[in-house]
């Protein structure tokens, strides 16, 4: 596609409750991040993928956040037993890797997560 | 720890007027300083960048002023206008890797 695409686009979920959300990089993109923004925030950091490699999950707030790309392509953030502090929006993000020396990312729109 | 820090919160400047967006940051192996443009329920896009090896950077009405020895970059937009009102980030990185960002600026451009 065009662009990083990031769905369900919102999702609300009770606590306790598990949710899986997924990221489709631009094809090709070698980089992958994801970042979690709490309303009226700048987005922080949370994981990082070199191909299906996770190279830095230092921004993982907990054990109950677990991210995955199988294929080097799709990648899923999930989170267990969700909290209410877990609501914000979940950003992706692609680039063409520092190998390329493309230093930019393009994010995708976000999923936005309310636990209730 | 807040490694980036961005201010003013908020701007309100009339349409032609210049935006200007200050950000200070502590870690000195930082080498990619991004600014970012964010729409209401939108992802952060990118709007311009500079490497500390250079002073200023500009494209079109967007200008980044570095200065390395104060640990400061700004950006400045020119003949600022009512589409330009957005949240605006500053980040840095130390090469390919995550992104720092700042708190973010709300910047209103009044017609």
């Known amino acids: 596609g065009a662009g990083v695409s990031q769905s369900p686009r919102y999702k609300v979920a009770k606590r306790g409750q598990d949710v899986a959300l997924r990221c489709d990089p631009i094809?090709?993109?070698?980089?992958l991040f994801w970042y979690q923004q709490a309303l009226g925030q700048g987005p922080e950091f949370l994981t990082y993928?070199?191909?299906?490699?996770?190279?830095?999950k230092s921004g993982l707030p907990s054990d109950r956040f677990f991210a995955e790309r199988p294929e080097g392509s799709v990648s899923t953030l999930k989170i267990q037993r969700t909290q209410q502090e877990d609501s914000a929006v979940y950003l992706c993000?692609?680039?063409?890797?520092?190998?390329?020396?493309?230093?930019?990312?393009?994010f995708g729109s976000g999923t936005r997560l309310t636990v209730v | 720890q807040q490694q980036v820090k961005q201010s003013p919160q908020s701007l309100i400047v009339q349409k032609g007027g210049i935006s200007i967006i200050n950000c200070a940051y502590e870690?000195?192996?930082?080498?990619?300083f991004p600014w970012y443009q964010q729409f209401p329920g939108k992802g952060p896009a990118l709007l311009i960048a500079?490497?500390?090896?250079?002073s200023e950077k500009k494209e079109g009405r967007f200008t980044i002023s570095f200065n390395k020895s104060a640990k400061q970059f700004s950006l400045h937009i020119m003949d600022s206008q009512p589409g330009d009102s957005a949240t605006y980030f500053c980040?840095?990185?130390?090469?390919?890797?995550?992104?720092?960002f700042g708190q973010g600026t709300r910047l209103t451009i009044n017609p």
């Open positions: 500079i490497r500390p090896d250079v």
């Open positions: 980040a840095a990185s130390k090469g390919a890797q995550k992104l720092v």
């Open positions: 870690n000195t192996a930082f080498d990619y």
């Open positions: 094809s090709g993109h070698v980089s």
């Open positions: 993000a692609s680039s063409l890797g520092h190998g390329q020396g493309h230093y930019g990312y393009t």
């Open positions: 993928f070199q191909n299906e490699a996770q190279l830095d």
